[in-house]
């Protein structure tokens, strides 16, 4: 099992940027495939971004690509997301989370580990 913790929210005008951090803790973050996700009021969470264990394979949402970034630092047991040209569409509480084995990384269901959330706020 893996402890997940979100920061780095906040709020920003459109087309400004964020840079989120997941500071991971008991299990090693390099046993796990690492996704974002968000979750905006009255709506149901949604995939963001996903990166492989190694860092070698990533996917995005058609939304954010070209936009945001997912890295990691697994020597720091971190997860990162770079985003650029934010968007009033992008407000939402965003969620980090771990999977141990997936081959659906788009997926809630494949994730075991979730963090707390850290709300992002764009404003036009």
């Known amino acids: 099992q893996v402890q997940l913790v979100e920061s780095g929210g906040g709020s920003v005008q459109a087309g400004g940027s964020l840079r989120l951090s997941c500071v991971t803790s008991?299990?090693?973050?390099?046993?796990?495939?690492m996704g974002w996700f968000r979750q905006a009021p009255g709506k149901e969470r949604e995939f963001v971004a996903y990166i492989s264990r190694g860092g070698v394979i990533t996917d995005y949402a058609d939304s954010v690509k070209g936009r945001f970034t997912i890295s990691r630092d697994n020597a720091k047991n971190t997860v990162f997301l770079q985003m650029n040209s934010l968007k009033p569409e992008d407000t939402a509480v965003y969620y980090c989370?771990?999977?141990?084995?997936?081959?659906?990384?788009?997926?809630?269901?494949?994730?075991?580990?979730w963090g707390q959330g850290t709300q992002v706020t764009v404003s036009s």
């Open positions: 008991g299990r090693a973050v390099s046993s796990y495939g």
């Open positions: 989370a771990a999977a141990f084995f997936t081959n659906r990384p788009a997926e809630v269901s494949s994730y075991g580990d």
